[in-house]
């Protein structure tokens, strides 16, 4: 079969490689859409895999080719999205039913060969069958959606109440927004982009956007997001616009960036009582000086990490939460798909993001 294989930093070639096996448990998924993730760059180009070589990609969806021993042949040719952590199942987290939080995770794509290729061999637990009315598109994109619903879903803790406001959001039963509550995103890749849209269609009505491309002002505009809470630049004029958008302070800060610049905004600008969000995935070493520290103690602000996602075979997780959202069509992640790419040239697709050739919002390739 045809895949991408990383055979050391920087080292990437498109070639021919062995079909996987199927092996106990698993299917072997055909490959029909995958994206690329800000993670893969890194992987690929940056600081490098745990082994070599390796098949990187964990964004993907397919229909089931093949299955292997002990698992349920009617699932042959079903089209599926993939759940990318493997889980030990045997720490405490997973006793509990928390995967995200495995002690000893594989990880499809980064711990074990991934999506970039025509075939890949998954664990019959990680399959999520999908409705005929969602595509393969929309299911590439259910990984980066749910890491945007868990980090959105971690701050439910602020008291949104029961219920949409203005009618927008889910349903009863649900948390809604609480109208006058202001929300920060600062970041605006895919997961701010996708925390945007999910946060909207709770009935949150006071989203300050936060980025620093002129491209993802256009992407959010052509969205139809609201602009009227948009600062182009959090480093030099982040503070000033937030004094002035959200002058008592933000409720919940979501940083989507994952810089010493953005954490430090929203711990200055996250008002008494509030919450930070980190999500972003950290570049370099990050440190705090005594006043974010003082602000963080005097304010009593709550800090939470979000990673990863859940899933746990049920309906409240988060990987059935954003199916539901897409087969009703309550959002449309698709539409932040920017470049679609054949499989003979995703390296092309790979260099436009390391290189910043043009803006670009999810680039993903359909094989």
């Avoid at 009863?172 to 269609?201: H, K, N, R």
């Avoid at 600008?269 to 570049?283: A, D, Q, S, T, Y």
Wanted: charged share 20%; proline share 4%.
């Amino acid at each position: 079969m045809k895949a991408y294989l990383l055979k050391g930093i920087g080292d990437f070639e498109y070639t021919d490689v062995e079909k996987p096996s199927c092996g106990q448990g698993n299917v072997i998924v055909k490959v029909k859409a995958a994206g690329i993730c800000g993670s893969d760059i890194q992987r690929i180009y940056g600081n490098g895999a745990y082994f070599y070589p390796l098949i990187p990609g964990h964004e993907f969806s397919g229909i089931i080719s093949e299955t292997g021993a002990n698992v349920d042949r009617a699932w042959l040719g079903k089209r599926v999205g993939v759940f990318p952590l493997l889980p030990c199942k045997k720490c405490g987290p997973c006793k509990e039913g928390h995967y995200e939080l495995c002690r000893n995770y594989g990880y499809l794509g980064s711990r074990t060969s991934g999506g970039f290729a025509e075939y890949v061999s998954v664990p019959v637990w990680n399959l999520l069958e999908l409705p005929e009315n969602v595509s393969f598109e929309q299911a590439t994109m259910l990984e980066p959606m749910t890491v945007a619903a868990h980090a959105m879903r971690r701050a439910e803790a602020v008291q949104w109440r029961i219920g949409a406001a203005q009618g927008r959001g889910s349903g009863a039963g649900q948390a809604g927004a609480v109208q006058g509550q202001t929300v920060a995103i600062c970041g605006l890749g895919t997961i701010g982009l996708l925390l945007y849209m999910l946060l909207e269609e709770k009935g949150q009505n006071r989203i300050c956007l936060i980025g620093n491309k002129k491209y993802q002002e256009e992407t959010a505009a052509g969205l139809g997001f609201d602009l009227r809470l948009f600062c182009n630049n959090c480093t030099t004029d982040g503070d000033k616009w937030l004094d002035e958008t959200a002058s008592s302070g933000v409720d919940v800060f979501f940083d989507c960036a994952g810089t010493e610049e953005s954490s430090s905004l929203a711990f200055r600008h996250v008002k008494p009582g509030g919450m930070v969000i980190l999500i972003g995935n950290p570049g370099s070493d990050m440190r705090f000086d005594r006043q974010t520290y003082w602000k963080i103690l005097r304010n009593q602000l709550t800090i939470k990490g979000s990673w990863n996602s859940s899933f746990a075979h049920e309906k409240t997780d988060d990987w059935h939460y954003c199916l539901d959202l897409i087969a009703r069509k309550r959002i449309e992640p698709e539409k932040l798909i920017s470049h679609m790419l054949p499989f003979d040239r995703l390296a092309q697709g790979m260099e436009l993001i390391r290189d910043r050739k043009e803006g670009h919002t999810k680039v993903m390739t359909i094989l």
